[in-house]
Structure formats: structure tokens, C-alpha cells
């Protein structure tokens, strides 16, 4: 169910993202309200997002620059901070990647992405430290009603993301809106994730859920 007013916890950590296009509807769309996904400014922020995902998934450096992983992933990094709301160092994400808007999402360090990750940033996605995706992985923070008459006008709501610190997403995993996922967690491939999983837990299936726990292990300081 969408939100009947705006969220001020969650709008104050917009204020801290990078490249945000602030309106009324962007505020509606962080607080989970329903908003006009139409509205001139959010339409603009998706273009551009869809314009540098472009840019980003054909890019390779030519050869005649004798490039290496390392130059590649310092390209990239500076290619990801010119649209996304934060980047830790260390990060890589292989292409093809999709976004929405891209400033609403937060990537801690030391965090990779193998190919086709796709994340519908129409809501906070905050990826903590440490963390791996398979490939083809799929976030969705954007979301409808199940009344058609909303849909039919084109609004729409959003609810965050979180994925916390040393997790490991398997390859073709889906996580739906609203969900927080703790830390230390590993999510099995093909599994879709439809609730909060607490930390330190193994889980898997359609509706995932937990199948063991792991030996927790110290909070680690990034230097």
C-alpha cells in the first residue's frame, strides 16, 4: 500500500545522493507515495539515465590505448559516479547494466556485479559493503497497485531497497520492494525475494526463504 504522506527519514537520505532531480513528484516517489511518473523532471532524469546506460554498455577502450582491468575498472568507476547517487572505491560492474534514474541508488566498497543487472530505482537502493551479485540480477524498487485505475493513469509508487554489508546475491535472483536484506546473507540463485531475511542467513526458493544460518562474523572497517 503507497504511503499517505512524505517520508522525512527517507527524503533526508536523498539529500545526501548525488545528481537528484528534485521536484513535488520526486519527493512523493522517495516519501512510497503514489506519484505522476510523467512529470517533466522525472521524465528527463530517465532519459538521461537510459542515454548514459547506453554510453556505458557499448564502451570499450580501443586497443591502441593498451588497456588492462585496472584502467577498465577506473574508467568505469568515474563512468558510474556521473549518475549514480553514491559509489564506494573498488567497485565494478559488468555490463549490461540498466537503471532507472540511477541517483537513488548507493554502492558501498569493494562491490561487484557480473552481467544484466538491472535496478529500478524508483525507490532508495541502498548495497552495503562487500557485496557480490551474479549475473542477471534484478532489484525492483518501483511498484503499482493492483486497482487498475491508478495504473491506467500512469501512477505509481516506490518502496527502498537495502541490502547490507558482505552479502552474495546469486545469479537470476529478483528482490521485490520493500524488502531489507541483513548482513552476511546469501541468496541462492533463481530465488525471488519477497520479505526481510536477517543477517547471517542462507536462503533460496520462490518465495525465498531461510535454509540455514552462517557464523556470524565481525563488523570489518573499509580503510
Not at 559488468?94 to 566498497?109: A, L, M, Q, S, W
Not at 557480473?114 to 534484478?138: Q, W
Not at 491506467?152 to 521485490?176: A, K, M, N, S
Request: aromatic share 8%; with cysteine; proline share 6%.
Amino acid at each position: 500500500m503507497a504511503a499517505q504522506e512524505k517520508n522525512s527519514v527517507e527524503l533526508e537520505k536523498a539529500k545526501q545522493l548525488a545528481h537528484v532531480p528534485w521536484s513535488e513528484e520526486y519527493e512523493k516517489m522517495i516519501s512510497g507515495m503514489l506519484y505522476d511518473s510523467h512529470d517533466p523532471s522525472l521524465a528527463a532524469a530517465r532519459f538521461k539515465a537510459r542515454a548514459w546506460a547506453h554510453e556505458y554498455n557499448t564502451y570499450f577502450p580501443a586497443s591502441s590505448t593498451n588497456p588492462t582491468f585496472d584502467t577498465l575498472a577506473a574508467d568505469r568507476l568515474t563512468r558510474l559516479r556521473s549518475i549514480l547517487g553514491h559509489v564506494g572505491d573498488d567497485t565494478f560492474i559488468e555490463p549490461p547494466f540498466r537503471i532507472d534514474y540511477g541517483c537513488n541508488i548507493t554502492i558501498g566498497t569493494r562491490f561487484y556485479a557480473n552481467f544484466n543487472l538491472t535496478i529500478l530505482d524508483c525507490s532508495l537502493v541502498a548495497i552495503g559493503e562487500r557485496v557480490m551479485f551474479g549475473p542477471n540480477v534484478s532489484v525492483f524498487a518501483a511498484t503499482h497497485e493492483t486497482e487498475v485505475e491508478s495504473r491506467r493513469r500512469d501512477i505509481e509508487y516506490g518502496r527502498p531497497v537495502v541490502i547490507g554489508d558482505d552479502c552474495w546475491i546469486g545469479g537470476h535472483v529478483v528482490i521485490l520492494p520493500g524488502v531489507t536484506i541483513g548482513k552476511g546473507v546469501t541468496v541462492a540463485a533463481s530465488s525471488v525475494v519477497t520479505k526481510d531475511v536477517p543477517d547471517w542467513s542462507v536462503v533460496m526458493g520462490s518465495p525465498a526463504r531461510v535454509v540455514k544460518t552462517v557464523l556470524p562474523v565481525p563488523d570489518l572497517k573499509e580503510e
